[in-house]
């Protein structure tokens, strides 16, 4: 059974910085899905990737599958990304139907 | 436009009143799955579901059930809730049995809370 940790577990920046989020699964996957999370609580999917890198506007996601571990990166951080950010990926190796086990998630504060 | 939703969004119930949270969601998918969300503990699965009256326990399926009478609903009962149960929670659901490997698609949440 996978297990994922993420760090840091809350991160405050200032407008603009380049934030950086990572993510260490135990067991090797098919899939790493990176997910949002804002203060009224609905959760959207920002990436799903299996190799190499997506980005999507200013969010970028890697993900290395030889160390386990995946980074979600925000350039020109504005406070509208202040929000939580969850790591997840399957629980079974090879992504069986018993579906995802998720990260506790890093809590993204931007100040202006 | 592709959603899930779930109904209510906030609940406050008293101790062993039976309730029932409703998912539902438009994109024709085989996978659902239920997840309740607890501060320092992250998102957990309750029940899952691979298609019609297919269900199976998650890691935290305790003073639960569900059920999948149609490919679209897979309604969360609560038969005696517990203040223990006080949590937020999520439905999901996804295109394809093997679930980690297609995109999840999540509802907006409902916070409930028993006194």
């Known amino acids: 059974k996978n297990e994922v940790e993420q760090s840091p577990q809350n991160l405050t920046a200032q407008e603009g910085e380049f934030i950086t989020i990572n993510c260490s699964y135990s067991v090797g996957i098919s899939a790493l899905h990176w997910l949002q999370q804002h203060p009224g609580g609905g959760i959207v999917s920002l990436f799903m990737l299996s190799s190499g890198k997506k980005k999507h506007g200013r969010l970028i996601a890697t993900i290395n599958i030889q160390e386990k571990h995946s980074s979600l990166h925000i350039t020109a951080s504005h406070p509208r990304d202040s929000a939580v950010y969850i790591c997840?990926?399957?629980?079974?190796?090879?992504?069986?139907?018993?579906?995802?086990?998720f990260g506790k998630g890093t809590h993204l504060i931007i100040q202006p | 436009e592709a959603q899930v939703t779930q109904n209510p969004r906030y609940l406050i119930t008293v101790t062993g009143k039976k309730l029932t949270v409703t998912c539902s969601q438009n994109m024709n998918h085989e996978y659902m799955s239920w997840y309740r969300q607890d501060p320092g503990l992250g998102l957990r699965q309750i029940y899952y579901?691979?298609?019609?009256?297919?269900?199976d326990k998650g890691d935290v399926p305790e003073g639960y059930k569900v059920s999948r009478k149609e490919k679209r609903n897979f309604p969360l009962i609560l038969e005696s809730p517990s203040p223990n149960q006080t949590s937020l929670y999520f439905c999901?659901?996804?295109?394809?049995?093997?679930?980690?490997?297609?995109?999840?698609?999540f509802g907006q949440g409902t916070r409930l809370t028993v006194v």
């Open positions: 997840a990926v399957p629980l079974s190796p090879g992504g069986g139907a018993d579906g995802l086990t």
């Open positions: 999901a659901s996804s295109l394809f049995i093997s679930a980690g490997n297609t995109e999840a698609f």
């Open positions: 579901s691979m298609n019609v009256e297919v269900t």
